[in-house]
């Protein structure tokens, strides 16, 4: 079965302080991972993809498929990063979603 | 092209009418995908299109629902007999076939559905 899991549906830290939002997944193929991010009222966007190991707005993400995991991390959060962050698997003809993680910054 | 276009933003509709929403996706993408996500959920898994082609559909997607993109370009969502459970918002995506394990899906800002 293909299925995202994100334990967490609210995360709040204080600004300057790591983050972690917590994505597990299950699939019997080799997976291809990914985060979206959907601030205020705008649209739901790509935010980085396991394939390409990028950095994108200091957040990363390590595939660890021994633990099924794809945790996204920022060392040093910012208010800005507020949103709500959905890990997403892609299948065969189909990408899933987790229920996703609302991320709050305090000042 | 400015993206994944949606209309109407915003269906209001009684119990038992039904709805028609339309997306344009990216012009040079070949997939196009239905999601529904309702509050506190992430997206769901409805259908998707290559081309003209529906090649997925969902358990989900019963038989009040039709999807078609005639043409390969544009997809209308149609829901029939509307209930008081499908309100959500409805989002469309596009990617290029071969593509999306690399850059992922697009998304328009979906049609909030509320059925009254």
């Known amino acids: 079965a293909q299925r995202v899991t994100q334990p967490e549906k609210l995360l709040s830290v204080f600004k300057g302080a790591p983050v972690e939002l917590k994505c597990n997944y299950s699939y019997s193929g080799s997976p291809e991972l990914f985060w979206y991010v959907q601030y205020s009222r705008q649209r739901l966007q790509l935010l980085l993809r396991?394939?390409s190991r990028e950095s994108i707005k200091g957040f990363t993400a390590d595939l660890n498929k021994g633990e099924t995991s794809f945790h996204l991390k920022k060392p040093f959060a910012q208010e800005e990063d507020s949103a709500m962050y959905y890990c997403?698997?892609?299948?065969?003809?189909?990408?899933?979603f987790g229920a996703g993680t609302r991320l709050t910054v305090k000042p | 092209d400015t993206g994944v276009s949606q209309n109407p933003r915003h269906k209001i509709t009684k119990r038992g009418q039904n709805v028609t929403f339309r997306c344009d996706p990216i012009?040079?993408?070949?997939?196009l995908y239905w999601y529904r996500q309702t509050l506190g959920q992430g997206p769901e898994f409805l259908t998707y299109f290559q081309n003209e082609a529906q090649l997925e559909k969902s358990r989900l997607l019963s038989d009040r629902f039709s999807a078609e993109r005639p043409k390969g370009s544009f997809s209308t969502l149609e829901i029939q007999r509307t209930e008081q459970g499908d309100s959500a918002m409805y989002l469309c995506?596009?990617?290029?076939?071969?593509?999306?394990?690399?850059?992922?899906?697009?998304f328009g800002s979906g049609t909030r559905l509320t059925v009254v």
């Open positions: 995506a596009s990617s290029l076939s071969g593509s999306p394990s690399v850059y992922g899906y697009t």
């Open positions: 997403a698997l892609s299948g065969r003809n189909d990408m899933r």
């Open positions: 396991h394939i």
């Open positions: 012009s040079e993408h070949n997939r």
